[in-house]
Nanobody, 122 residues
Framework: EVQLVESGGGLVQAGGSLRLSCAAS????????IGWFRQAPGKEREGVSC????????YYADSVKGRFTISSDNAKNTVYLQMNSLKPEDTAVYYC???????????????WGQGTQVTVSS
């Protein structure tokens, strides 16, 4: 059974940090690129970051560049999203995804986690 389990969300003040984790199982982790998307109430789901399985390249949305860092621990089948200098507009449910390639379109991904809530207070 394929599983992507996110953890690490919570409530933090603006300027604070959180580290999200995505633990994967049930598929060959090394063959999949892992992405993070987020969805705020009343807004469309948007791509945040992705790490490519082919060469480890990383991608970031302009809104998070310089503040968020994605990394992967292949030995643990886990991807992390370090989020620093958080802003209220970062408030959303964050989803971990797995697909063959990094895409900005969420429809291109094969597997999804259940999401973890991140709330940034001003």
């Amino acid at each position: 059974e394929v599983q992507l389990v996110e953890s690490g969300g919570g409530l933090v003040q603006a300027g604070g940090s959180l580290r999200l984790s995505c633990a994967a199982s049930g598929f060959t982790f090394d063959d999949y690129s892992i992405g993070w998307f987020r969805q705020a109430p009343g807004k469309e789901r948007e791509g945040v970051s992705c790490i490519s399985s082919s060469d480890g390249s990383t991608y970031y949305a302009d809104s998070v560049k310089g503040r968020f860092t994605i990394s992967s621990d292949n030995a643990k089948n886990t991807v992390y999203l370090q989020m620093n200098s958080l802003k209220p507009e970062d408030t959303a449910v964050y989803y971990c995804t797995a697909g063959g390639y990094c895409h900005s379109e969420y429809e291109k991904y094969d597997y999804w986690g259940q999401g973890t809530q991140v709330t940034v207070s001003s």
